[in-house]
C-alpha cells in the first residue's frame, strides 16, 4: 500500500490543497458523478465515505482469510483470530488505553445498549457480586443527560430509568444552542450517577466543554458514559485524559465499515459489570444451571463477531493515523469557519446553534425561511450535493430550537474549500428557486 | 425541464403555499399519518353524502415538505372537483383510485398519472423519479385509504 500522504510531516498544520488532492484520490466514490455534476458528499455526520485500503482489507479477509475467531485450531481460523485482535490492538493504540479495554460491538447504538443494560443487571442484583452491586440504580437515584443528545444516547437511559426506578434529568441548552453550564452545576449532584454526554453535537457540531462538565461529574463520584460518534473521526480522542469511563463511537463515521462499534471502558469498571449479551464465546465453564464469564473484553462479544469490519476498521484508522489526527483536525476548523462565514452571508437561513460559544467541527444544520428542509435538500441533490434532511435523530433538540427538520451539512478529510462554497452557492439558491423573495414570508 | 422542475411544477408549488382543502371539525373520523424521515405530519377526514355511501369531500391538516402538503391539497381539490361535477366516488372507486395513484408513484417514472383521472393531481407524476419522496406524495393518499379500511 502506498503511503496516503508522500512526506507526511509532523506538524500540526492543515493540509495542503495537494495534500487534500492526494487523500481525495484515496477515496474511489468522490470520482462519480450525480445528476450530471461531481459528487460533493457533505453527510460524512450520517456515514463517512471509504478510502481503497479500507475497502481492499475487507475483501483481503474474505479472498484469503476468512474464518470463525477465537473458535478453532486450524490454521484459517488462528490467523482470522490474529487479524481481528490485531484491530482490536489498533483501536487502542489510535484512543490511548489497553486492548481489553476495547470491546467491539454493532454500532454506537448498540455499545449504549450495553452500557445501559449492564447497569440494569447490576440493579437487580446479577452481576460480581459487591463490585457490580456498586453500580445498582434505583429510585432517588439520578441518570443526567443533556438536552442535545442523538436519541442513541437518550433512549437507553429512557429505559433503564423506568426499569430501575432511577430519574432521568437533562442539562437544557440556551437559546444559542450551547449547554447550559449553570443548570448542569445544579443539576449534578451527589444523586447522579450516570453522567451521559455528547461529545460533538450531531446537529450543532459544538464541542461539548468536558472541562467543565466531568469534574462536576467526578465530584458527584458519578460514572461518565461519552458519546464520541462525532469527534472521532475529526479530533485526536483520547478517553484517559478527558477523563471518562466509557467512550463510544461508530466504525463507520471513522472512514471505516459500517456493523462494527468500539466501546471503550475503564478496565476495572468493565470487569465489574455484567454482560449485556449472553451465549457462546464470553464463558469458562457452562453447565445446566448456570455460566461463568470470560474476562472483558470476551465477556461482551458472545456470538460471532464483524470480523472483516473490525479489520476494515483497522485499515481505516491506520489511514487517518498517517493523516494524523491532528492535522484532519486543523484543517476541518478551516472548513468549519468557511462554512459558517460563507453560510452566515446568505439571506434568510439560520445555522443551528451558531451563537454557542464552543468550538466546533465542521457540521451545521441550517433552516431556510420558508422551505422545508426536505424540500431544501432536494434543490441540493439537484447539483449533486449530499445533504442530510430530517431530524438526524435528535427530535428533543429539533423542538427546542422550533423546527422539525433541517438541513445538515457536514465534512470529513477529503471535503474541500471549494466544495463548501459551491454548496453555500446551492443554498443560497433554494429561496429563489421556491419563488421567495429576499425577507418574504411563505 | 430539469428533473426538479418536474418534481416541483408550478401547480405542486402554487398548492403548497395556498393549500386547499385545510381545516377538520371537532368529532371529525380522523386518521393521522407521519413520515418520520422528515417529520411530515397529516391529519384527514372524510366527509360522506347524506347516505353514508359516497365520499363527497376530503378536509386534512397537516404540516412538512412541499410534496406532502401539496399532495393532500390535490386530492381535497379532486374530490371536491368530482363532486361540483355531480359525481362522488363510492368506498371502492376510491380505493381503486389510491392503488393506481400508489402504483404510477411507485413506478420510477415509468407510469405517468392520468390526466382525465386525475386532473390536477397529475402533477405529481414527477415525484415518482425520486424514490426518496413518493412517501412525502404517499401520506394524505395513506390516510384515505385508513379511513376507507376502517369502514369496510
Ligand atoms: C452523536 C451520535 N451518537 C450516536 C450515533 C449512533 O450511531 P450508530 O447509528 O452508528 O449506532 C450517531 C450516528 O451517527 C451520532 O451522530
Known amino acids: 500500500m502506498t503511503d496516503v500522504l508522500p512526506a507526511a510531516p509532523s506538524t500540526a498544520a492543515p493540509l495542503s490543497a495537494g495534500e487534500i488532492d492526494a487523500v481525495r484520490q484515496r477515496f474511489p466514490i468522490l470520482s462519480r458523478e450525480v445528476n450530471g455534476h461531481p459528487l460533493t458528499y457533505l453527510d460524512t455526520a450520517a456515514t463517512a465515505q471509504k478510502p481503497d485500503v479500507v475497502i481492499e482489507a475487507e475483501s483481503a479477509f474474505y479472498r484469503e482469510s476468512n474464518a470463525a475467531v477465537h473458535r478453532g485450531a486450524h490454521t484459517l481460523a488462528g490467523e482470522a483470530t490474529e487479524l481481528y485482535e490485531d484491530a482490536r490492538l489498533t483501536v487502542a493504540a489510535f484512543l490511548g488505553v489497553d486492548e481489553h479495554e476495547i470491546v467491539f460491538t454493532s454500532h454506537a447504538t448498540e455499545a449504549l445498549n450495553l452500557v445501559a443494560y449492564a447497569l440494569g443487571t447490576a440493579s437487580i442484583g446479577r452481576g460480581a457480586g459487591a463490585a457490580a452491586a456498586e453500580f445498582a440504580l434505583g429510585p432517588g437515584d439520578e441518570i443526567v443527560v443533556t438536552e442535545l443528545e442523538h436519541h442513541a444516547n437518550l433512549i437507553p437511559w429512557q429505559e433503564l430509568a423506568a426499569r430501575t426506578g432511577a430519574t432521568l434529568r437533562f442539562i437544557p441548552v440556551h437559546d444559542h444552542g450551547g449547554l447550559d453550564l449553570d443548570a448542569a452545576a445544579s443539576i ?28 462536576l461529574a467526578r465530584a458527584a463520584g458519578a460514572l461518565v458514559v461519552l ?84 479489520i476494515g476498521l483497522a485499515a481505516a484508522i491506520r489511514f487517518v493515523q498517517e493523516v494524523r489526527m491532528e492535522r484532519i483536525a486543523a484543517t476541518e476548523h478551516v ?108 | 425541464m430539469s428533473g426538479l422542475e418536474q418534481l416541483y411544477q408550478q401547480i405542486i408549488l402554487d398548492h403548497s403555499k395556498h393549500p386547499h382543502g385545510v381545516g377538520l371539525e371537532a368529532g371529525d373520523e380522523t386518521s393521522h399519518q407521519r413520515n418520520p424521515v422528515c417529520g411530515d405530519e397529516i391529519t384527514l377526514a372524510l366527509r360522506w353524502d347524506a347516505t353514508g355511501e359516497r365520499v363527497t369531500g376530503i378536509a386534512w391538516e397537516g404540516s412538512g415538505c412541499s410534496i406532502s402538503q401539496a399532495s393532500a391539497s390535490l386530492l381535497s381539490t379532486l374530490a371536491k372537483e368530482s363532486t361540483d361535477d355531480g359525481w362522488s366516488w363510492t368506498p371502492d372507486e376510491f380505493t381503486a383510485l389510491i392503488h393506481e395513484f400508489r402504483e404510477a408513484l411507485r413506478s420510477r417514472g415509468t407510469i405517468p398519472l392520468d390526466e382525465e383521472t386525475f386532473g390536477d393531481a397529475a402533477a405529481l407524476s414527477g415525484v415518482s423519479k425520486f424514490v426518496a419522496r413518493v412517501k412525502c406524495a404517499m401520506l394524505a393518499w395513506v390516510a384515505a385509504e385508513d379511513l376507507l379500511q376502517r369502514r369496510a
Not at chain 1, 449472553?278 to 470480523?307: D, H, N, W
Open chain 1, 188 to 215: 449534578i449532584s451527589e444523586r447522579t450517577r450516570v453522567l451521559a454526554i455528547t461529545h460533538v453535537s450531531n446537529v450543532t457540531g459544538a464541542v461539548t466543554p468536558l472541562d467543565v462538565l466531568v469534574p
Open chain 1, 227 to 310: 458519546d464520541a460518534c462525532q469527534s472521532a473521526p475529526h479530533l485526536p480522542l483520547r478517553p484517559r485524559e478527558l477523563d471518562v469511563d466509557i467512550a463510544v463511537f461508530s466504525g463507520h463515521n471513522l472512514y471505516g465499515p459500517p456493523g462494527n462499534g468500539v466501546l471503550y471502558g475503564r478496565a476495572a469498571l468493565l470487569d465489574a459489570l455484567p454482560p449485556f449479551l449472553y451465549g457462546g464465546s464470553m464463558i469458562t465453564t457452562v453447565t445446566m444451571e448456570k455460566a461463568e464469564y470470560l474476562p472483558s473484553p470476551q465477556r461482551f462479544e458472545p456470538g460471532t463477531p464483524r470480523i472483516a469490519q473490525a
Open chain 1, 335 to 442: 472548513l468549519g469557519e468557511r462554512l459558517l462565514a460563507g453560510l452566515s452571508t446568505v439571506p434568510d437561513v439560520r445555522v443551528l446553534g451558531a451563537g454557542s460559544p464552543e468550538p466546533r467541527v465542521a457540521l451545521a444544520s441550517i433552516v431556510v425561511d420558508g422551505v422545508h428542509a426536505h424540500d431544501a435538500g432536494q434543490v441540493l441533490d439537484e447539483v449533486g450535493i449530499a445533504a442530510r434532511v430530517g431530524h438526524h435523530c435528535a427530535q428533543p433538540l429539533h423542538r427546542r430550537f422550533g423546527v422539525t427538520a433541517s438541513l445538515r451539512l457536514s465534512a470529513g478529510l477529503y471535503t474541500t474549500e471549494a466544495e463548501l462554497d459551491r454548496a453555500v452557492e446551492a443554498v443560497a439558491s433554494i429561496r429563489p428557486f421556491f419563488g421567495l423573495s429576499e425577507g418574504e414570508q411563505s
